[in-house]
Structure formats: C-alpha cells, structure tokens
C-alpha cells in the first residue's frame, strides 16, 4: 500500500511498479518460503524479526540482505489507525534495515577463524571439524576414507635462498595445483608452515587413494614461475597415507599415522608416497 523513497533507493524500483504487488515480488527466490510463517507470526500481535533477502535492481538484477521488523498492530502509527482498513484483513507494518555490510563482515570473520591467510584454504581446525564429521559418517554407513598428510621437501632451502616472499608465492602456487587434483567433496587443507592434509571420504579401493597420491606428485613435477622475475623452483613432496578404518578409527589417530608414513617417506628418498603399516 505504501513505500517510503528509501526502500525505492534501496532497492532500485520506483514505487509505482510495487504498490499494489505482493511481498513476494521484492522477495529473492531463496527466501520465499520464509513469507507465508513469518505473516502468521506477525499476525499474532508480536512484532518479528526476519533475515530475508530483497531483490535489487540497480545495476542490474541482485539481492541485499535486510532484517525486517513486522507487526500487524496498528496502534503503532496513528496514520494507519484511521486509515480505512477492514478489521478482517488489518495491514501490516514493516521496516526494513539493510544489513548486507554487516552480514559481509561477518562471514568474512567466520572465514578467517577457519581458513589458512595465506592460501585460502581451510585451516587445522576445520580440518579436524570435517575429519571428526567424517569418522562419525564412515562408522554409521561403513564407508572407507583416506588422510594424506603431504609434506614439502626441502621447503626451507627455497625460504633460504629467494627469501619469503618467494615462499609464500610457492605455497599459493603448490595450494592451488594440489587442490585442483582433488574431487569437490574433498578437502585440502594448510596443515602449518609447509604441511598439507587431504580428506579423501567414500573411497572404494586402497589404490584409489594411491591414484589421487600420484597426482598430486605429477602437479609439482613442472617448476613453478614467478611473475616479474625469470626464476623457477621445482619442489618435490612426501606424502603419508593413513586409512579408516584399518589403520585408526578416531580422528587424531589418523593424523597420526599418515604423519608417521609421511617421515617414512623422507627417511628413504623423498618424493613419493606411502601407506602406514
């Protein structure tokens, strides 16, 4: 019935394409199904608050997060009491607040409580979250899974010889090549310093995880390039392969294990992989 300039500013729609329409029209598709409860709640008499997504069309098609205050009383605001509404169908009252910044930098903080600063990628504890989450799995429907802890060889010298800066490009550059040898229900992870781990859930075979090992020793066979500089680095890796349930069946445990497998690795010539026994 009513919309003030802002909620046309916000949204990018001028107010006589929405008067008259429902809700819904201003609603993203993925919180449509929030209206229909969230009216019978307003209905009630107790102003509520909802999160939902409103449609916006400045520069284009997108979406802004809002938190919506609703209420159906209408003593609130003396305009709408004397206004001539049937008291079976009674308006509703809403103020909409964009909270999209907020919700921004509020996921931006949760993802760096869980994600490694430097890589993106998760760090040792969601690891551990999503190893624990894959035990509890693994042991209700019997599945097998495989860690692989993967270790850089010699990472120190390069540090030592074209200094950090180098390094962390390194790290970037290995993070991004192994990831990409991985399924998307897999999860590579920055272990600490130059140590990485895998979750490989719902394998099959033994050797399945020994496939996607060997690829991941392929990804760093080619020297890596820096932009601005002729230099190329090659490094190579060790990798541990730990199985549940028949080398552990807790999440430490594991760990553990492909840990020991991956020094195996090194104490015999390094760049390769192999399984804990």
Request: charged share 25%; hydrophobic share 40%; aromatic share 8%.
């Amino acid at each position: 019935e009513y919309l003030n300039h802002k909620v046309e500013s916000l949204t990018g729609l001028p107010a006589e394409e929405l008067i008259g329409q429902p809700l819904s029209r201003l609603v993203h598709e993925d919180d449509i199904a929030k209206l229909p409860l969230f009216f019978e709640r307003a209905e009630a008499g107790e102003p509520i608050t909802q999160e939902i997504k409103l449609k916006t069309h400045s520069g284009g098609v997108g979406h802004k997060d809002f938190e919506i205050i609703l209420t159906s009383t209408l003593g609130v605001n003396p305009a709408l009491a004397q206004a001539n509404f049937s008291p079976e169908d009674p308006p509703f009252l809403g103020i909409a607040r964009d909270i999209t910044e907020r919700k921004q930098t509020l996921e931006l903080m949760e993802f760096r409580a869980s994600h490694d600063s430097l890589t993106d990628l998760p760090n040792r504890n969601l690891f551990m979250d999503r190893l624990r989450l894959a035990v509890s799995q693994a042991r209700r429907n019997g599945q097998k899974f495989a860690v692989l802890f993967i270790d850089l060889d010699n990472f120190k010298a390069v540090n030592d010889a074209y200094g950090h800066g180098i390094g962390d490009q390194l790290l970037q550059k290995v993070a991004s090549g192994l990831k990409n040898c991985l399924r998307e229900g897999d999860t590579l992870a920055r272990y600490g310093g130059d140590e990485f781990m895998a979750l490989l859930p719902s394998l099959d075979e033994k050797k399945d995880a020994a496939t996607v090992a060997r690829k991941l020793l392929t990804s760093l066979e080619t020297p890596f390039r820096f932009a601005g500089c002729d230099l190329r680095v090659s490094i190579g890796t060790s990798i541990g392969i730990a199985l549940y349930p028949e080398n552990g069946d807790e999440a430490e445990t594991l760990v553990e294990r492909a840990d020991m497998a991956m020094y195996a690795v090194k104490r015999e010539k390094k760049n390769g992989f192999r399984f804990y026994s």
